[in-house]
């Protein structure tokens, strides 16, 4: 069982940045992938990035790619998301997540096969 618990979002310009935390609950933070997503109301929840055990593997979507930067401390028990250049369409729910399962080297899960949701954190970028 793995708790996770978003923070740092809220209000921002265009062209700022944010960074977002993740703590997470479980002895088996260090050995598991994490991934963030968003997710704005009426739409499918979105992938942003993923990020392996070790944090030695990362990746993001297209549209994030080049702003965003996903690390973790596995001594803290959290993962973090880097927000830079937020544009108007980055406003979405943030959530991080995870499938619990402990991987071995850069492996990442699929995107369905992540099982556990923090509560999600707002960000809203302001034109």
């Known amino acids: 069982q793995v708790q996770l618990v978003e923070s740092g979002g809220g209000p921002v310009q265009a062209g700022g940045s944010l960074k977002l935390s993740c703590a997470a609950s479980?002895?088996?933070?260090?050995?598991?992938?994490m991934g963030w997503f968003r997710q704005v109301p009426g739409k499918e929840r979105e992938f942003v990035g993923d990020?392996?055990?070790?944090?030695?593997?990362?990746g993001y979507a297209d549209s994030v790619k080049g702003r965003f930067t996903i690390s973790r401390d596995n001594a803290k028990n959290t993962v973090y998301l880097q927000m830079n250049s937020l544009k108007p369409e980055d406003t979405a729910v943030y959530y991080c997540?995870?499938?619990?399962?402990?991987?071995?080297?850069?492996?990442?899960?699929?995107?369905?096969?992540?099982?556990?949701w923090g509560q999600g954190t707002q960000v809203t970028v302001s034109s």
């Open positions: 479980g002895r088996i933070f260090s050995s598991v992938a």
């Open positions: 997540g995870t499938d619990g399962i402990s991987r071995v080297g850069g492996s990442i899960p699929r995107q369905f096969e992540y099982r556990y």
């Open positions: 990020i392996s055990r070790s944090g030695g593997r990362t």
